[in-house]
């Protein structure tokens, strides 16, 4: 039995090799949930979707996130919208007295729909739609993404980290913005100088994440911050990775990230930017898998390959360098 834990692109990627070592009844995979917004009254959960739609086949494997030939109409309406009636398009939080009105949800993730910043298509909206109104009617996002799940055909387990809501919040030099508003519409650019994961000290692991870290634990190449810092920050859920077998496989090539702003990130919160950082990122892990041509060292057992991962053939070559680091310390 094999746990994974996933942010956005990184554990994406590294799952389209799985089952070279991992039949899908015996894997589970975590989703990071920080990333989680509520945009124009529908909740977006983009790392959980990612999943989704990847195991149903039809994620857009171009930005590895949405609907492959998806529709943008609405979307595009909504921006035509706003700007005949000359109303603000680009982020624009709801009201501090509207962030935890209605659903339950973490301060500071709750936007406007008024020419909405993140492009949503048509059928991907058609999945928010349908999540938010099974959370209104009283299911649980453990409960929806099970449904979800179903509706796409998935045989892996797919858990979100927590019920509880918890927002990956950046402070930067342009001030506190949301992940997906510092990365989506700011693309980055601002210089970070703190990284905080807001509700998380009253949020718990959802039903089955505890009992699913008592599995070997694959961290993937996930961004080691806004990836898997937020599952980090949950009660318990550090402490049961130090419980059992941890295989991290770095996101890094070189000081180079796999994808996303992973070094920028790291270097805010004081970590050493690079794959060298990940033994302070993640102390609890038994075995690293590096690039071969990265020349950082560990005190642990460490595998190497090549972690680049541009197809199923490249995922598999990764999985089995995890299968083998997993047997060195099993």
């Known amino acids: 039995m094999v746990t994974f834990l996933s942010g956005g692109t990184g554990t994406p990627k590294l799952l389209d090799g799985a089952t070279a070592a991992f039949t899908p009844d015996e894997t589970t995979v975590v989703a990071n949930t920080g990333d989680d917004v509520e945009l124009g009254g529908l909740f977006v959960s983009p790392d959980v979707d990612t999943l989704l739609f990847q195991g149903g086949g039809i994620l857009d494997r171009e930005t590895w996130w949405g609907i492959d030939g998806d529709t943008h109409r609405t979307h595009e309406a909504l921006g035509e919208l706003a700007n005949a009636a000359d109303l603000p398009t680009g982020p624009q939080y709801l009201p501090d007295t509207e962030q935890t009105a209605g659903r339950e949800i973490s301060r500071w993730r709750r936007f406007s729909g008024v020419g909405e910043f993140m492009t949503i298509g048509d059928r991907d909206r058609a999945v928010h739609l349908t999540r938010t109104s099974l959370l209104d009617r009283g299911n649980s996002l453990s409960e929806a993404t099970a449904l979800l799940a179903g509706a796409f055909g998935i045989t892996i387990d797919v858990l979100p980290m927590s019920d509880d809501p918890v927002a990956t919040l950046v402070h930067t030099e342009d001030g506190l913005q949301h992940f997906q508003e510092y990365w989506v519409a700011h693309r980055g650019e601002p210089s970070v100088e703190n990284v ?20 070997t634990v694959v961290i993937g190449p996930s961004n080691p911050v806004t990836s898997i810092g937020p599952m980090l920050s949950l009660s318990g859920f550090g402490d049961a990775l130090a419980e059992t077998t941890v295989v991290a496989v770095s996101p890094f090539l070189g000081d180079e990230a ?9 270097a805010a919160v004081g970590a050493e930017p690079g794959t060298a950082g990940l033994a302070a990122a993640y102390p609890f892990a038994d075995a690293f898998v590096v690039d071969e041509d990265d020349d950082a060292t560990f005190e642990r057992p460490t595998v190497e390959t090549d972690i680049r991962i541009d197809s199923p053939d490249d995922a598999r070559r ?13």
């Open 196 to 215: 905080e994961f807001r509700g998380s000290a009253d949020a718990s692991p959802a039903p089955g994440v505890l009992d699913a870290l008592d599995d």
């Open 318 to 330: 990764v999985v089995d360098a995890v299968a083998r680091a997993v047997d060195r310390v099993e």
């Open 258 to 266: 796999f994808s996303g702003p992973a070094g920028e990130l790291m």
